[in-house]
């Protein structure tokens, strides 16, 4: 295991990159050379088959080269922010990156990298929650702020790396937001840890969610956090869960190592904790006068009303999720339908695009009064899929295929 460690940070280190880069140049010429090989040997060639697997051979090395240079320099910068932060913040040992500098000058410089390659995210904060979270500008500027204001070290210095409290009405994008942190801070939803506090009411949650100083591991969160050091946790449907909870979060908020020093192995120094509740209910899309005028204002009372005033006051931010427009709809929607395409073309291979009517229906159907938008993933992404798999099986659809999906006859059709 340390073996394997030490290769990954070495591969994350900028001589690691080097390596990376110097080995893509190696192959790079092995392929041109055979590339040109065949073209050659195909020109020469009175078989035309020979000359189209030359030319064929050409054009696949091209279009290799440039998609496997940008998913290079894409790795590479990723590796290189994670190794950076764990260097500077001493958790790992580097390997020598330069035998001319002492660890310390390796260090002042590591950090002015760091700053360098933070400052441009920043830059670009707005940008990256837009295109996962739609429809919530006010939110996303709140978040926005927030999260600049935390790298600049400007606000609170005490508590978890930071907090949030999501509140708004069911289904219009507090799930997606957590998963948007969880990917800008650590690259990928997958570090999203999330608990439906909805099932922890009875008097004995506390113990079943923590845990107790004598059977830690008793605890369903102590079991799901042991082996991390990074994450995300998301306690959705906060609003339900039973007093005790919400008055250890309160002292975690203050104190991250409380339950450490309670003899309960979990620490949330480096956490990233959100509070997510529903409020309401987003019908302002099909009835304007189903919500209050001032949304915001019946948002913040009800938030008092459910949490005390030293809980709100410990989160770092409580960020407001307004019920979503029908341009916002239609945008969470294309934005979701981007995403499966994307997912489909790394596990699938095949290219799919979406054309207006497909579009309009999954927006139609995928949306509903009371829930929102959540029936877009079971409705809509499940029966794409769905018929995705038909078509694989059937065999009129293969890997590299390239489908455009509309809406036809109250059902959504295939052109391969």
Same mark, same amino acid.
């Given at each position: 295991m340390n073996i394997l460690k030490t290769f990954r940070v070495s591969m994350a280190s900028p001589r690691g990159v080097l390596a990376r880069q110097m080995s893509f140049r190696i192959l790079?010429?092995?392929g041109f050379g055979v590339s040109l090989g065949l073209v050659v040997a195909g020109f020469l060639s009175d078989l035309i088959v020979m000359k189209i697997i030359g030319i064929l051979t050409l054009t696949g090395f091209i279009g290799g080269f440039f998609y496997y240079r940008k998913r290079l320099i894409e790795k590479s910068e990723a590796d290189y922010r994670v190794f950076l932060k764990d260097f500077v913040s001493g958790q790992i040992v580097a390997p020598s990156v330069n035998s001319l500098l002492s660890d310390n000058?390796?260090?002042?410089?590591?950090?002015?990298?760091?700053?360098?390659?933070e400052d441009e995210k920043l830059r670009d904060i707005e940008s990256f929650f837009t295109e996962r979270v739609p429809g919530q500008q006010a939110a996303i500027a709140q978040i926005s702020k927030a999260l600049r204001e935390k790298a600049?070290?400007?606000g609170k210095s005490t508590g978890? =790396? +930071?907090?949030?409290?999501?509140?708004?009405?069911? /289904?219009?994008?507090?799930?997606?937001?957590?998963?948007?942190?969880?990917?800008?801070?650590?690259?990928s939803d997958e570090f999203l840890i999330k608990f439906d506090m909805a099932k922890f009411v009875r008097?004995?949650?506390?113990?079943? =969610? +923590?845990?107790?100083?004598?059977?830690?591991?008793? /605890?369903v969160l102590a079991r799901a956090l042991s082996s991390k050091q990074r994450y995300v946790l998301l306690c959705d449907n906060f609003d339900m869960t039973h007093p005790d909870i919400k008055n250890m979060f309160l002292k975690i908020l203050e104190d991250p190592d409380f339950l450490r020093k309670s003899k309960i192995p979990v620490s949330f120094t480096n956490a990233i904790l959100i509070f997510s509740f529903n409020i309401l209910s987003p019908q302002s899309i099909v009835s304007p006068n189903a919500l209050p005028a001032?949304?915001?204002?019946?948002?913040?009372?009800?938030?008092?009303?459910?949490?005390?005033?030293?809980?709100?006051?410990?989160?770092s931010l409580c960020s407001i999720f307004h019920p979503l427009s029908q341009d916002g709809v239609t945008s969470a929607v294309s934005c979701n339908l981007s995403r499966l395409s994307r997912v489909l073309s790394e596990t699938q291979g095949i290219n799919v695009s979406f054309d207006s009517s497909a579009v309009t229906a999954a927006a139609k159907i995928g949306y509903d009064s009371a829930f929102g938008l959540r029936p877009l993933k079971d409705a809509v992404s499940a029966k794409?899929?769905?018929?995705?798999?038909?078509?694989?099986v059937e065999g009129s659809i293969k890997k590299g295929s390239k489908l455009k999906v509309g809406y036809s006859d109250n059902d959504f059709v295939f052109y391969v």
């Open positions: 790079k010429s092995i000058e390796v260090r002042a410089r590591s950090i002015a990298a760091l700053r360098l390659l600049k070290n400007i978890p =790396f +930071f907090s949030f409290m999501f509140a708004g009405p069911v /289904g219009v994008g507090k799930l997606e937001a957590a998963g948007a942190v969880s990917e800008y801070y650590f690259g008097g004995d949650s506390a113990i079943r =969610f +923590f845990g107790s100083p004598d059977n830690p591991s008793d /605890g001032d949304f915001e204002k019946a948002i913040v009372s009800r938030t008092k009303a459910l949490f005390s005033p030293e809980f709100v006051s410990a989160v794409i899929r769905n018929k995705i798999a038909d078509g694989f």
